[in-house]
């Protein structure tokens, strides 16, 4: 049964913190993808990464990083988190060969809140 | 600009009656289209895909949809909602110019008993 974890269901933040969100597949996808869902909006692509330290923005990247050191991993840094970052926060992995035309696996989702 | 519209935010329905979930998207040449699931506090989960093969796609938990080209269309339908079926629906696009993927804004399906 394939599996995507995140770290946190729900994470309480200060304004200014350094905010880091774990992500991790055992699928051996090399695609993996940070979204941010809010109501109304859908889904919107943060970074996404096609390979071990390859990255590229996606559609909101401001205000974010991501890190991917090994291929199960994919991590999303919030520098300095600010109140419009709080969100629910998707990662996503799928196989090689179409990009994203492939089917996603998605993680449950971690609900952050900054104060 | 490529586009994916999701016609109803929220859709209300009896157990046992049908449900359709409307979506409409930008032309585009051979899109895949997809509808996924998100249950409470779950993360997303495919229903189907189409990928220009048949035009009417099969899925999971008894769900459909078919691609009408001359519309635009890609709806999603099943003959006899069940409770279980409460959940949000997107409707997602893969434009092959440019290579982008686009979510619809959602659709909450209510089921009444």
């Known amino acids: 049964d394939v599996k995507v974890t995140q770290s946190s269901r729900y994470l309480v933040k200060r304004t200014g913190e350094k905010v880091f969100l774990e992500c991790v597949q055992d699928?051996?996808?090399?695609?993996m993808f940070w979204y941010r869902q809010d109501p109304g909006l859908g889904l919107r692509l943060i970074y996404f990464s096609y390979d071990v330290k390859m990255k590229e923005k996606g559609d909101i990247p401001e205000g974010y990083s991501v890190s991917r050191e090994k291929k199960e991993r994919f991590s999303l840094i919030l520098e300095s988190a600010s109140t419009n970052q709080t969100s629910m926060y998707l990662c996503a992995s799928s196989p090689s060969g179409g990009g994203r035309r492939e089917t996603q696996y998605f993680g449950p989702g971690t609900r952050l809140l900054v104060l | 600009a490529q586009s994916v519209t999701q016609l109803d935010s929220h859709v209300s329905v009896s157990e046992g009656t049908p449900v359709l979930l409307r979506c409409n998207y930008s032309s585009s040449y051979s899109p895949s289209l997809f509808w996924y699931v998100q249950h409470p506090n779950k993360g997303l989960q495919l229903l189907l895909k189409y990928t220009s093969a048949a035009t009417l796609v099969k899925g999971i938990n008894g769900f459909e949809a078919e691609f009408k080209k001359s519309e635009t269309s890609f709806h999603l339908t099943k003959p006899s909602a069940h409770m279980s079926d409460a959940a949000e629906y997107f409707c997602v696009v893969f434009y092959n110019q440019g290579g982008k993927l686009i979510f619809g804004q959602g659709t909450e399906l209510s089921v009444k008993p």
């Open positions: 699928m051996d996808h090399e695609n």
